[in-house]
């Protein structure tokens, strides 16, 4: 029976029998279901690397009803992550909205990056979080199809001398004409415009290699957070962990 070896990181996990475990991997191609045999025994060689949040190499094959695991080489655990309930609830945030986004046998290079490098940031900084978690959100709507128009008004398409407004409705900026016949727009600073027009263009490893104000990381959380439900359409809250 042939073997795969994939890259990829546990998103979910799962009790199986006495002793075994059923893990969603998210990989370059989409996820994977692989089943864990004997995972949950105290000396298993898969008991760290079925864990949520693990990053590795896995060998797996095709069972019967599923993949099942053979071996993985770990590359990344996110400890910081683990110990850290605050850090751990935004990570539980990050991966529910990337299992909705994420199918089997899909294109998911770009994501899982954005997903690793996010994590990345959260587990080993001391960047803000909410400004994380903004970032992350309005870069992955960018991937999906969902990109704002920063480069003219939204709605007239004039150029835009001064951005007024952020626009759900018509998907970008508004000039101040414009954003007054849009009760759904939300006026913006001019740091919180800029910042979103670094989040659309940056490219992956520059991505959180800018701060910003208070004022702007409040702006910005509210636009990813309402965008983001917009165009997902689902609501998607902080959840208490405990």
Known sequence: MGTLKV?????????????????????????????????????????????FLCFGEYLIYQ?????????????????NIRMDLDKLQYASHITKIISDVTDENQNTY?????????????SETDKN??????????????YLGFTPIIDECANCKNKLDKISAFSF?????????CARQDKGAIEISEATANAIKYIVLAPPKK????????????????ISKLYLNEKLDKEYKMEKLF
Request: proline share 2%.
């Open 110 to 122: 770009k994501i899982l990056q954005l997903f690793l490098n996010t994590l990345y940031v959260l």
């Open 63 to 79: 069972g019967v009803s599923s993949y099942n695991i053979n071996s993985c080489e770990i590359n990344q655990m996110f400890y």
């Open 169 to 177: 409705r018509d998907n970008g900026f508004k000039c101040q004409s």
């Open 207 to 222: 991505l959180f290699s800018f701060n910003v104000s208070e004022k702007s990381v409040r702006e910005l959380e509210i």
């Open 7 to 51: 890259k990829g990181i546990v998103i979910s996990e799962n009790n199986m029998n006495d002793y075994d475990k059923m893990v969603t991997i998210l990989t370059p191609n989409g996820k994977i279901g692989c089943a864990a045999k004997g995972a949950r025994r105290p000396r298993s060689a898969l008991m760290a690397a079925t864990q």
């Open 129 to 142: 979080m909410d400004l994380t978690i903004s970032i992350f959100k309005l870069k992955l709507l960018c």
